[in-house]
């Protein structure tokens, strides 16, 4: 069963960056496809980014296409994302999955059934 680690979340000024990491234990991510998303209290939890296994696609949703970047280390086994430009409203818990499939893209509609515990952004204003 593979084990999923987010880090690096914290408080930031509004216009600030922060790097989140994913790390995987007991598992790979060399051949899934990896998602990155947020949930706010009361509110369904919101695609952000994913990379296939492949690297080659990556998928961002509107709200945060040319601010945040999602790669992935396959060495270490680790998926990053790289936000920057921060604004109130990304204040939210970020989650990372996996796919449930191997072989397959990802994105908004994929089917993810490994999730770490989240890491808290806060982007005060």
């Known amino acids: 069963q593979v084990r999923l680690v987010e880090s690096g979340g914290g408080l930031v000024q509004a216009g600030g960056s922060l790097r989140l990491s994913c790390a995987a234990s007991?598992?790979?991510?060399?051949?899934?496809?990896v998602g990155w998303f947020r949930q706010v209290p009361g509110k369904e939890r919101e695609f952000l980014a994913s990379?296939?296994?492949?690297?080659?696609?990556?998928y961002y949703s509107d709200s945060v296409k040319g601010r945040f970047t999602i790669s992935k280390d396959n060495a270490r086994n680790t998926v990053y994302l790289q936000m920057n430009s921060l604004k109130f409203e990304d204040t939210a818990v970020y989650y990372c999955?996996?796919?449930?499939?191997?072989?397959?893209?990802?994105?908004?509609?994929?089917?993810?059934?490994?999730w770490g515990q989240g890491t808290q952004v806060t982007v005060s204003s």
């Open positions: 990379i296939s296994w492949g690297v080659a696609g990556t």
């Open positions: 007991g598992g790979t991510f060399n051949t899934y496809a």
């Open positions: 999955a996996r796919t449930a499939v191997p072989w397959t893209v990802g994105g908004p509609g994929g089917t993810y059934n490994s």
